[in-house]
Each structure stands twice: as structure tokens, then as C-alpha cells.
């Protein structure tokens, strides 16, 4: 969260572009929120069902509504400016993407906690940027997962490694 301000979701309607909630709580966003967003301030949800942004009361205030403006894209039109929901309010991640199924999130998660453990061993020897994730904990997250689900694969042989090192060969 380095450089994110914290504030009341009423403070950050005001200044905010694009907001996602993700709190699994009913109205985060509400009608006081919608009608101090800035203009082409989009909304989306991702936290639980479809109740996280008051999606009725932006009805209520809205004078027009334009559906699929273009795909998983609806344009409210309150006041003079115009509020964009994404994929009607529902999980973002699901509605309009094809989401993840836990076989895959349990990787992510578990390359996600192994990174921030290396993160916190490493502290004060990173630079401050984005980093790539060490190719240790992707290839021990990839090993853990193909023993816990009783597979086995080959070894690359020296030549094949070097191959996907590479960019010489091939098109």
C-alpha cells in the first residue's frame, strides 16, 4: 500500500478514477459516493455478489441509463457527468474475465505469502521498484503442486534449458 493514502470512501469518491471494492460488505459505494465521484469515474466490484456498490440507488439517481455502452460497460449519466459500471457490479474477475478456479489460486496465493516472506528477509537490500518474483519460489510453488497432485515430469536436459534461455534459435 506504499504511496496509497487511506482515507473515508466519502473523501476518496471526490478525488478517486477507478474504484474496485473488495470488502464482502453492502454498500460500499452508495448514493452519497456516486454523487461526488468526478466525471468518467469508473466502478467495479470484486469483493461479494453484487452488493457492494448500491447499484438500485444509482438508479434512482441517475437520469439515463445507457446499457453495454460496450461490453460489461454500463454509463450513468448523474447530474453532468457520467459514472461507468463494470460488469453490472458483480465479481469483475468473474463477469467480465473468466476468473480463477482454486486449482490455480492456491498457486498464486502460495507464491504470493512465499514472496512476501522473501521480501521481509531481504529488507533493506531491495530497491524500491517492482520486482520480479526469484525464480526459486515459482519453481518450488510449480514442484509443490505437481507432488500434491501425484505428477511427475520430465527434467530438462542441459541443451533444452540453454534453448529456453535463449533467443537465437527459433522464430
Request: aromatic share 6%; glycine share 6%.
Amino acid at each position: 500500500m506504499d504511496g496509497f493514502s487511506v482515507m473515508p470512501m466519502l473523501e476518496a469518491a471526490k478525488i478517486g478514477d477507478v474504484f474496485c471494492t473488495i470488502t464482502g460488505d453492502l454498500k460500499v459505494i452508495d448514493k452519497q459516493h456516486f454523487q461526488v465521484m468526478k466525471d468518467g469515474a469508473m466502478i467495479c466490484n470484486s469483493g461479494h455478489f453484487d452488493v457492494e456498490i448500491n447499484i438500485p440507488a444509482l438508479k434512482k439517481t441517475a437520469k439515463k441509463v445507457n446499457y453495454n455502452l460496450r461490453p460489461n460497460i454500463d454509463e450513468y449519466l448523474v447530474g453532468n457527468k457520467r459514472l461507468y459500471i463494470l460488469a453490472q457490479g458483480r465479481l469483475i474477475n468473474l463477469a467480465a474475465a473468466e476468473g480463477h478456479p482454486a486449482s490455480v489460486m492456491d498457486m498464486s496465493f502460495s507464491t504470493q505469502a512465499l514472496a512476501a516472506e522473501y521480501v521481509v528477509a531481504q529488507a533493506g537490500r531491495l530497491s524500491i521498484k517492482v520486482h520480479n518474483v526469484p525464480e526459486i519460489i515459482e519453481k518450488k510453488v510449480a514442484t509443490l503442486k505437481l507432488k500434491s497432485l501425484g505428477l511427475k515430469i520430465d527434467k530438462l536436459s542441459a541443451e533444452q534449458a540453454a534453448y529456453l534461455a535463449s533467443w537465437e534459435l527459433g522464430t
